[in-house]
């Protein structure tokens, strides 16, 4: 896994990191992508990993649960709660992994110009600890890698 570039990569405090990408799809196809079940399913997650559970109850209060699979049959478990949804502009919640501690404050920003769809996702820690614990994890490239398949299903949708 890598990060190809087309992700940007910030730490501008010590509890948040933040992720910009740009995608060629009008916003609302990008927020149904992380919204929808039959999409997520086909592009969240690094290349060689598939959405094994996909549960999205998309509503404030409502939640998620997903279960990443990787190529050697390992699994990664998260789950959240939705704090705040306002399609297709906006959405904030809560995240936590099954194998690693704390929970985090996610708000992803859909911020559409000319057809193109900026995406900023600012990821707010509990502790400088967990943050840096996440940053050395490699979450930067699988980010990266699951945008690029987002990038790819946008593509083949617009």
Same mark, same amino acid.
Request: charged share 25%.
């Given at each position: 896994?890598?990060?190809?570039?087309?992700?940007?990569?910030?730490?501008?405090?010590?509890?948040?990191?933040?992720?910009?990408?740009?995608?060629?799809?009008?916003?609302?196809?990008?927020?149904?992508?992380?919204?929808?079940?039959?999409?997520?399913?086909?592009?969240?997650?690094?290349?060689?990993?598939?959405?094994?559970?996909?549960?999205?109850?998309?509503?404030?209060?409502?939640?998620?649960?997903?279960?990443?699979?990787?190529?050697? !049959?390992? /699994?990664? @478990?998260?789950?959240?709660? =939705?704090?705040? *949804? %306002?399609?297709?502009?906006?959405?904030?919640?809560?995240?936590?992994?099954?194998?690693?501690?704390?929970?985090?404050?996610?708000?992803?920003?859909?911020?559409?110009?000319?057809?193109?769809?900026?995406?900023?996702?600012?990821?707010?820690?509990?502790?400088?600890?967990?943050?840096?614990?996440?940053?050395?994890? !490699?979450? /930067?490239? @699988?980010?990266?890698?699951? =945008?690029?398949? *987002? %990038?790819?299903?946008?593509?083949?949708?617009?």
């Amino acid at each position: 896994m890598r990060n190809t570039g087309t992700l940007s990569v910030s730490t501008p405090t010590d509890l948040e990191i933040v992720m910009t990408r740009v995608f060629d799809a009008p916003r609302a196809l990008v927020y149904e992508a992380f919204s929808k079940p039959e999409l997520l399913r086909q592009w969240f997650g690094p290349r060689g990993w598939s959405l094994a559970v996909c549960e999205v109850d998309l509503r404030v209060g409502g939640g998620f649960r997903f279960v990443l699979r990787g190529p050697d !049959g390992k /699994e990664m @478990g998260m789950r959240g709660t =939705y704090l705040e *949804l %306002a399609p297709p502009e906006r959405s904030v919640h809560l995240e936590s992994f099954d194998d690693y501690p704390g929970e985090s404050q996610v708000t992803s920003l859909f911020v559409e110009t000319s057809g193109q769809t900026t995406l900023t996702v600012t990821v707010l820690y509990p502790s400088k600890q967990v943050r840096d614990a996440v940053i050395h994890s !490699g979450m /930067e490239h @699988g980010a990266a890698e699951s =945008y690029d398949r *987002l %990038a790819e299903l946008l593509t083949a949708r617009v």
